[in-house]
């Protein structure tokens, strides 16, 4: 069987390629570069071009004989969907529509959806079961709740499908051969790693007053190795007949923002440098998982801490200080 991963060119996409090519399973690439870099996924097929645009869909499932798909697609910053709602849900929810369609006309029926633990938005109980609230506070987060409402719909027609909700990936991978440019992401490791590395800028704190032991926020963080399992094991649940749902993929538990900072101080033997600054709105205090649907349905439980998130991270970064343009050889 071939799987389709759309989107897989980027961050976690690319690490999902290498586990399925690594479970020996092959694969396509449907990408368009936007946030994602050719180099991620080299000597794997990669269809440059739109989610949105039905007849290449449709071309590519029938030249590689897809039976399944992965999908990562859509625009992913929280504050820029505040700018641009109307461009948000063009992208991540029209364009996800089109795609979806175009892979069940041709006959392309299992599907596992890159979700994400934003539908929650601020949860009032810990941790945070897939029976909680949905109640996402930003366009972004209801893009993805409104796809899972889709999805379920469209389970009637034949398509099933797991939503995967992910919490706060981080790392790269264990080969060191690819991981998070931090030119194009703004989460809080790689931001971090900038500026540890470059020394051109100091990392922001945004608020150390929230009700935690240290006074920042918690979040649970899950190696991208770990993640990209999970996939594995959600095609494998799919392709058991198994229904469509929606799981949730974290460690079961949180580290604060100074928790991680003094990790990677650990690590790198080095001074991260830090600006403390207001909060900024939306963000819930603490955020971290129950993960135990992930076990009693897929096997999955996640293998590496916060050590190895840092560890992995640090060393990719110091490999590849701009990214993918000019890796720096081990040779």
């Known amino acids: 069987m071939t799987v389709l991963v759309s989107g897989g060119a980027g961050y976690i996409g690319s690490h999902v390629v290498k586990a399925l090519l690594a479970g020996g399973r092959s694969v396509v690439v449907v990408d368009n570069l936007y946030n994602g870099f050719r180099q991620s996924v080299d000597g794997v097929p990669i269809i440059v071009g739109d989610i949105a645009d039905e007849e290449l869909i449709r071309r590519t499932c ?3 004989s897809v039976t399944d798909a992965i999908h990562f ?3 992913k910053s929280v504050g820029e969907s505040m700018e641009q709602p109307h461009r948000y849900y063009e992208k991540n929810v029209g364009g996800t529509v089109r795609f979806t369609r175009a892979l069940m006309n041709s006959g392309v029926t299992r599907l596992v959806f890159s979700s994400s633990a934003s539908v929650y938005g601020t949860p009032s109980k810990m941790p945070v079961t897939e029976l909680s609230p949905r109640n996402p ?3 972004y987060a209801a893009t993805k709740a409104v796809m899972e409402e889709y999805f379920r719909f469209c389970e009637p027609l034949g398509l099933s499908t797991v939503s ?3 919490f706060n990936a981080a790392g790269a991978s264990s080969d060191c051969t690819i991981g998070e440019d931090w030119s194009t992401t703004h989460n809080l490791i ?3 790693m900038r500026a540890l590395l470059t020394g051109g800028e100091r990392l922001s704190l945004f608020g150390t007053d929230y009700p935690t032991p240290d006074g920042t926020c918690i979040r649970d963080y899950i190696h991208v190795e770990d993640l990209a399992d999970a996939h594995l094991r959600a095609l494998d649940y799919l392709s ?3 229904g469509s749902t929606a799981i949730n993929v974290g460690t079961g538990s949180g580290s604060s923002v100074r928790e991680v900072i003094a990790m990677v101080e650990e690590v790198s033997g080095l001074k991260v440098p830090v600006i403390e600054t207001d909060r ?3 963000d819930p205090p603490a955020v971290y998982a129950d993960a135990s649907l992930a076990k009693e349905l897929l096997g999955w439980k996640a293998r590496q801490g916060l050590r190895g998130i840092v560890e992995s991270s640090y060393r990719w970064h110091r490999r590849n200080p701009y990214g993918y343009v000019f890796p720096i050889s081990t040779n």
């Open 240 to 242: 058991k007949g198994n």
């Open 73 to 75: 697609a859509a625009l």
């Open 137 to 139: 506070e930003s366009v």
């Open 62 to 64: 029938l030249e590689f």
């Open 164 to 166: 995967l909700r992910y």
């Open 190 to 192: 790689p931001r971090m």
């Open 280 to 282: 900024r709105p939306g």
